[in-house]
């Protein structure tokens, strides 16, 4: 019997937002039995609560981001990654702005805030649903593909190829939850030089610097682009590593780029607000597909197991 668990007490954590620029608090607190994971907007009348549930999600363009009523919270992938990884069933999300700190762009700052306030087990049984037969999501357009199949545990496959000559195929391999802290957690947000451009024409990542994210170079730069880049992220200087990474940036992992979008696959996943066993097998995975196959997900336990046996 494997109890449900909450956290020991309040920790909290801040940094910028990657796209607003707005500096953030995000509180994480205690929650009772059966609450799952909620989301609150302690600076609105009120204090609105989200549920972390993907039918509450609205915009997947930049990361995963929920609404209810006009309450909103932005790029809740990377914290929900660390809730999961921690192994806890019931939490409360406080945050005095809309979007979450992004700090490193990864989820270790959230993971070891989490590990130093500790976790504590409750009263109550967690229920854990057999995913009986395979779930399958194929996005044409952006071609992807999404796999769930049986499977005694609870395991992720990734694999990502961009055709890129600066960021070649990979894959990545989370055999079980535990090991998410030491060997997915510090895995960083990646870009390509050109997605950075378009995205400042559109004046996002307006908190974003190259601290918090792994550029891929995939393009040549003269030295006045190399130079307007410094100004906008606020550096002495910018360079380019031989093997296209910006700012002489180190890599976490060999496989960084894949273990960053099996962190991504874990905390959009959670949004099916259910803990459940199988073996994901995701192919090039984008926040929109993570979060239409959670939903998928979400619908074959309903019907497995009936509407009345799971909760909402």
Known sequence: MIMQKTIAGEVSIKGKGIHTGYETTLCFKPAKQNTGYVFVRSDLPGKPQIPALADYVFDTSRGSSLKKGDAVVRTIEHVLAAVVGCDIDNIIIELDH????????????????????????QEVERKIYEIKQRCYLKDEEKDVEMYLIPDNEYRITTMVDYNSSVLGTQNAKLKNVSE?????????????????QALLKHNLIQGGDIKNAIVFVDKILS???????????????????????????KLNYPNEPARHKTLDVL??????????????????????????????????????????????
């Open 98 to 121: 809309e979007e979450t700190p992004i700090i490193d762009g990864s989820s270790k700052y959230f993971t070891e805030a989490l590990q130093k306030i500790g976790v504590v087990e």
């Open 180 to 196: 998410f802290n030491k060997d997915f957690s510090a895995a960083r947000t990646f870009v390509f030089l050109s997605e950075v």
């Open 267 to 312: 905390g959009d996943l959670a949004l099916v607000g259910l803990r459940f066993t199988g073996h994901v097998m995701a192919n090039k995975p984008g926040h929109k597909t993570n979060v239409e196959f959670a939903k998928l997900i979400r619908k074959q336990i309903e019907q497995s197991y009936g509407n009345t046996s799971v909760p909402h």
């Open 223 to 249: 030295q006045e682009e190399l130079d307007h880049l410094a100004t906008v992220f606020n550096q002495p200087r910018v360079s380019v590593l031989e093997e296209g990474i910006l700012n002489n940036v």
